[in-house]
């Protein structure tokens, strides 16, 4: 039933109609409650499209005057209600004319929605920043169980390792992207080599209120790196509450909670993490023990009215030891079918413990103006010990259909020994001090910031490996054993770095079409290379007063990224002090387009960009370990498109499709090669743009949420990802010789089926044992649903002819997991 269909009461006290109409105001009050008759408390009634409302309070009442108007609408709204409207029109002769008004009634709840982006959000939707729910995390299925989960489904985004948290943003690598946790940078271990290693990300999903994600044209406001910034806030509590979550791949709880007075507030989360699960299903088989922790938490308290001091730590340990023993992969053509034997002896032992601390006051002394002061420290522990010997068989296998041996061994082809040693110690050392400040009036924002951060990194690498190839030691010579490969660093490095921002965001109307300016400006000092970068930005987006609701962006500016300490090192281990700032400039034209289709929201998203790329210091990837060439030989660009529409593809929940086309490609300066023809003449080739390391052409992202109709209790929520090929090259060669794509894309499905235990709100009673449960729901989560190998990098070997083959080392294929969830 309606609303208008409950009891309006009209109580009127006149005498004359003359003194009806001088009235100068209409009381209206009332009581909203539910449907089972409990109050609603911040329900929402306003007089549409007038300045004129109230909000319930916590027994459901609320009183408000309007001025003695002829015709009005009253609007009730409530998040997880829905909306009710009531027209009154006192110029009609049959209604009784009234000085005060009544309205009692009640709101049906509505589904509850779980959505992406906040469609009505014009604030970020005036910027290059997008709004993502955090509560995605609960039901996405994924097997790191990690927030960038999320975002490797976004627009730009592109990821071909479901065990790394690490990404690509539109040309990228992993080392250009920003990520901040309440203002504080985020740093992760430098060693990581592979995705098995990687464990726990550095945000709790438990812990966070909001996710703001920008992939190129972002503001001045955020640091200096070249393509994306990550920015999360942790929750402030107002109550106490809590989470906890067990699955086979490990669990984690979390609690918040406040003081009676509310000055103080606390929450605090833990997670514990194991994937020897689904590294059990890789072609290398052996012991797997990965075990992963992590602790944090944010704590604030309200010094007075106008300051805050707020504290966030975190301590993570991540253990990997491997025992490999043996692995077994079949590659090939139709035509030449081989099977690749290993046999294991030694084992890798690593350790990953990491510390992050930060202090923050925050003074507020009126409304406009905002000044916060931080101090925070980041210390990383790392070793990574290994010694491995692993011998080959190479056989061709029987591929005649009719042939009872086909699939057997017919030949060898090939027989070597690898051996991998490495003893890496490193401990690196980040302090900061930070200012940054706002200003705002009614349209306009002046915000700044002064950072100084000192670093301190003492490395001790160490490693080496051995390839013999049918009792010959490669690269072959006659007189001495060579290593294949050898890299030897020691190095202590101490730096000092300043930065700077300025920026001012302002709005204004022309013929009312609203526009929102922002120019800003960064520089960066670094004593280690004795450089100063300047790095102005602009954006500017402007809504049209169209009947279609449409917003246009536009940005440009220099992204420079100072070299950290993996860009100083080259592949030899020499620590180069010359090395010179990255430098992109970026040029983004976006608009996004809200509109409904079968009476629901939905968003659709378009940016185009273009990246010009200076200075680029090349590298090589393997898995998920990035290696610098150590100086600035390259130039590039990126280019591409990114589409994404998000929306109620089913009445209730929000899903999402992102499509991005893009192609990076670098010109190294001093890359070249000559060639000789039959006479003797040699010409030099200078081979040009090559693509670079992350040019993944196209990738495409889907996450798409449905219910059991009748009983949406039971629901679906399906993850897909799609990375075309990326380049490589031969193991040890010239950087333009990396040409070549990897035998086959990245394509993953992940889905995950969930039963509502107990939804919020539900009554339990007294003696039920989850009573103390808001809410309670199991999930069975079914990863590689689709079973594909996506292969990760290469493992080369040669035959008897000397004939190298680079075999697939395949990803994680299809495992069940089961996960218990439940808020309190």
Same mark, same amino acid.
């Given at each position: 039933?309606?609303l208008?269909?409950?009891? !309006?009461t009209i109580?009127f006290?006149?005498?004359?109609?003359?003194?009806?109409?001088?009235?100068?105001?209409?009381r209206?009050f009332?009581?909203?409650?539910?449907?089972?008759?409990?109050?609603?408390?911040?329900?929402?009634?306003?007089?549409k499209?007038?300045?004129y409302?109230?909000?319930?309070?916590?027994?459901?009442?609320?009183?408000?005057f309007?001025? =003695?108007i002829k015709?009005?609408?009253?609007?009730?709204s409530?998040?997880?209600?829905?909306?009710k409207?009531?027209n009154f029109?006192r110029?009609n002769?049959?209604?009784?004319?009234?000085?005060?008004?009544?309205?009692?009634?009640?709101?049906?709840?509505?589904l509850?929605?779980?959505e992406?982006?906040? !469609?009505?959000?014009?604030?970020?939707?005036?910027?290059?920043?997008v709004r993502?729910?955090?509560?995605?995390?609960?039901?996405?299925?994924?097997v790191s169980?990690?927030?960038?989960?999320?975002?490797?489904?976004?627009p730009?985004?592109?990821?071909?390792?479901?065990?790394?948290?690490?990404y690509s943003?539109?040309?990228?690598?992993?080392d250009?992207?920003?990520?901040?946790?309440?203002?504080?940078?985020?740093?992760?271990?430098?060693?990581?080599?592979?995705?098995?290693q990687?464990?726990?990300?550095f945000? =709790?999903?438990?812990?966070?209120?909001s996710?703001?994600?920008?992939?190129?044209?972002?503001?001045?406001?955020y640091?200096?790196?070249?393509?994306?910034?990550?920015?999360i806030?942790?929750k402030k509590?107002?109550?106490?509450?809590?989470?906890?979550?067990?699955?086979?791949?490990?669990?984690?709880?979390?609690?918040?909670?406040t003081?009676?007075n509310?000055?103080?507030?606390?929450?605090?989360?833990?997670r514990?993490?194991?994937?020897r699960?689904?590294?059990?299903?890789?072609?290398?088989?052996g012991?797997?023990s990965?075990?992963?922790?992590?602790f944090?938490?944010?704590?604030?308290?309200?010094?007075t009215?106008n300051?805050e001091?707020?504290?966030?730590g975190?301590?993570s340990?991540?253990?990997?030891k491997?025992?490999?023993?043996d692995?077994?992969?079949?590659?090939?053509?139709?035509?030449?079918?081989?099977?690749?034997?290993m046999?294991f002896?030694?084992?890798?032992?690593?350790?990953?413990?990491?510390?992050t601390?930060?202090?923050a006051g925050?003074?507020k002394?009126?409304?406009?103006?905002?000044?916060?002061f931080?101090?925070s420290l980041y210390?990383?522990?790392?070793?990574?010990?290994?010694?491995?010997?692993s011998?080959?068989?190479l056989?061709?296998l029987?591929?005649d259909?009719?042939?009872?041996?086909?699939?057997d061994?017919?030949?060898?082809i090939?027989?070597?020994?690898f051996?991998?040693?490495?003893r890496?110690?490193l401990?690196?050392n980040?302090?900061? !001090?930070?200012h940054?400040?706002?200003?705002?009036?009614?349209k306009?924002?002046?915000? $700044?910031g002064?950072?100084?951060?000192?670093?301190?990194?003492?490395?001790?690498?160490n490693?080496?490996?051995?390839h013999?190839?049918a009792?010959?030691?490669?690269?072959?010579?006659?007189?001495?054993v =060579?290593?294949?490969?050898?890299? =030897?660093?020691n190095?202590?490095i101490s730096?000092?770095?300043?930065?700077?921002?300025?920026?001012?965001?302002?709005?204004?109307?022309?013929?009312?079409?609203e526009?929102?300016?922002?120019?800003?400006?960064?520089?960066?000092?670094?004593?280690?290379?004795?450089q100063?970068?300047?790095?102005?930005r602009?954006?500017?987006?402007?809504?049209?007063?169209?009947?279609n609701?449409?917003?246009?962006?536009?940005?440009?500016?220099y992204?420079?990224?100072?070299p950290f300490y993996k860009?100083?090192?080259?592949?030899?281990?020499?620590?180069?002090k010359n090395?010179?700032?990255?430098?992109?400039?970026?040029?983004?034209?976006?608009?996004?387009?809200?509109?409904?289709? $079968?009476?629901?929201?939905?968003?659709?998203?378009?940016?185009?960009?273009?990246?010009?790329?200076?200075?680029?210091?090349?590298y090589?990837?393997?898995?998920? /370990?990035?290696?610098?060439?150590?100086?600035?030989?390259?130039?590039?660009?990126?280019m591409?498109?990114?589409?994404?529409?998000?929306?109620?593809?089913?009445?209730?929940?929000?899903?999402w499709?992102?499509?991005?086309?893009?192609?990076?490609?670098?010109?190294?300066?001093?890359?070249?090669y000559?060639?000789?023809?039959?006479?003797g003449?040699?010409? /030099?080739?200078?081979?040009?743009y090559?693509?670079?390391?992350?040019d993944q052409?196209i990738?495409?992202?889907?996450?798409?949420?449905?219910?059991l109709p009748?009983?949406?209790?039971?629901?679906?929520?399906l993850?897909?990802?799609?990375?075309?090929?990326?380049?490589?090259?031969?193991?040890?060669s010239e950087?333009?010789l990396?040409?070549?794509?990897?035998?086959?894309?990245y394509?993953r499905v992940?889905?995950?089926f969930?039963?509502v235990?107990?939804?919020?709100g539900?009554?339990?009673?007294? /003696?039920?044992?989850?009573?103390?449960f808001?809410?309670? $729901?199991i999930?069975a989560?079914?990863?590689?649903?689709?079973?594909?190998?996506?292969?990760?990098?290469?493992?080369?070997v040669?035959?008897?002819?000397?004939?190298?083959?680079?075999?697939?080392?395949?990803?994680?294929s299809?495992?069940?997991?089961?996960?218990?969830n439940?808020?309190?």
């Open positions: 039933m309606g208008r269909h409950y009891i !309006i109580i006290l006149v005498f004359f109609n003359n003194f009806l109409f001088s009235q100068d105001e209409i209206i009332g009581k909203i409650t539910d449907t089972k008759k409990n109050p609603i408390e911040l329900v929402n009634i306003s007089i499209n007038q300045p409302g109230a909000v319930t309070d916590s027994k459901g009442n609320y009183e408000f309007i001025p =003695n015709q009005f609408v009253v609007v009730f409530c998040i997880g209600y829905q909306s409207e009531l029109d110029t002769k049959n209604i009784i004319h009234f000085s005060y008004l009544e309205l009692n009634g009640k709101l049906e709840p509505s509850k929605k779980i992406q982006v906040d !469609i009505t959000d014009q604030q970020y939707r005036k910027t290059n920043l993502i729910n955090p509560k995605i995390m609960d039901v996405i299925p994924d169980g990690n927030i960038e989960a999320i975002i490797k489904t976004l730009g985004v592109s990821s071909n390792n479901e065990l790394s948290s690490q943003v539109r040309g990228g690598n992993f250009e992207n920003l990520v901040y946790v309440n203002d504080i940078e985020v740093y992760r271990p430098l060693l990581i080599r592979s995705g098995q990687e464990g726990l990300s945000v =709790n999903s438990d812990l966070v209120s996710i703001l994600f920008s992939a190129g044209g972002f503001d001045a406001k640091g200096d790196k070249m393509s994306s910034v990550l920015d806030k942790y509590p107002t109550k106490f509450g809590g989470s906890v979550t067990t699955s086979l791949l490990g669990a984690s709880a979390h609690v918040e909670g003081s009676k509310l000055r103080f507030t606390h929450i605090s989360g833990v514990y993490k194991t994937s699960y689904l590294l059990n299903s890789l072609d290398t088989k012991e797997y990965p075990d992963f922790f992590d944090q938490t944010y704590l604030t308290y309200d010094v009215d300051f001091l707020s504290f966030l975190n301590l340990q991540n253990k990997y491997f025992i490999p023993t692995r077994k992969t079949v590659f090939g053509t139709v035509n030449e079918v081989i099977q690749l034997n046999f002896d030694g084992q890798e032992v690593d350790n990953f413990s990491t510390f601390g930060a202090l925050t003074y002394p009126n409304n406009n103006l905002k000044l916060k931080i101090s210390n990383s522990l790392e070793n990574e010990t290994y010694d491995i010997q011998q080959y068989l056989n061709e029987d591929r259909i009719g042939s009872s041996t086909m699939g061994s017919i030949a060898n090939g027989i070597g020994t051996l991998n040693h490495a890496n110690y401990n690196a980040v302090y900061n !001090i930070y940054k400040g706002e200003y705002n009036t009614d306009n924002e002046l915000s $700044w002064l950072k100084y951060q000192h670093e301190i990194i003492d490395d001790n690498i490693e080496w490996e051995m013999d190839s009792g010959y030691s490669l690269p072959y010579n006659d007189s001495t =060579n290593l294949f490969y050898v890299l =030897n660093s190095h202590n730096s000092n770095r300043i930065s700077s921002y300025i920026q001012n965001s302002h709005e204004f109307n022309v013929n009312s079409t526009f929102n300016f922002t120019l800003g400006f960064r520089v960066n000092y670094c004593d280690f290379n004795k100063y970068v300047f790095s102005p602009t954006s500017l987006s402007f809504k049209p007063n169209w009947k609701d449409v917003m246009f962006r536009f940005a440009l500016g992204y420079n990224q100072p860009e100083l090192r080259d592949l030899q281990g020499h620590i180069n090395i010179k700032a990255q430098k992109s400039f970026h040029i983004v034209l976006g608009s996004d387009y809200n509109f409904t289709a $079968w009476n629901r929201p939905f968003k659709y998203t378009t940016e185009v960009y273009y990246k010009y790329l200076s200075d680029l210091i090349p090589n990837i393997d898995n998920v /370990r990035v290696r610098y060439f150590g100086k600035n030989n390259a130039k590039g660009y990126a591409g498109i990114d589409m994404k529409v998000n929306g109620e593809f089913v009445k209730g929940v929000d899903s499709f992102s499509l991005s086309l893009m192609q990076t490609e670098e010109d190294l300066n001093d890359d070249f000559f060639v000789t023809d039959s006479l003449n040699s010409t /030099r080739v200078e081979p040009g090559i693509p670079r390391p992350s052409r990738n495409v992202g889907l996450f798409f949420q449905d219910y009748g009983n949406p209790s039971y629901k679906m929520h993850n897909l990802l799609y990375g075309s090929k990326l380049p490589f090259g031969p193991p040890n950087r333009y990396a040409t070549n794509r990897m035998p086959t894309a394509r992940d889905i995950g969930s039963k235990i107990i939804k919020e539900q009554q339990i009673p007294v /003696r039920n044992p989850l009573r103390f808001k809410s309670l $729901w999930s989560e079914i990863f590689n649903l689709l079973k594909i190998e996506n292969a990760i990098s290469l493992t080369w040669s035959d008897i002819r000397n004939h190298q083959y680079g075999i697939p080392n395949y990803l994680t299809r495992r069940i997991n089961i996960k218990l439940g808020k309190f």
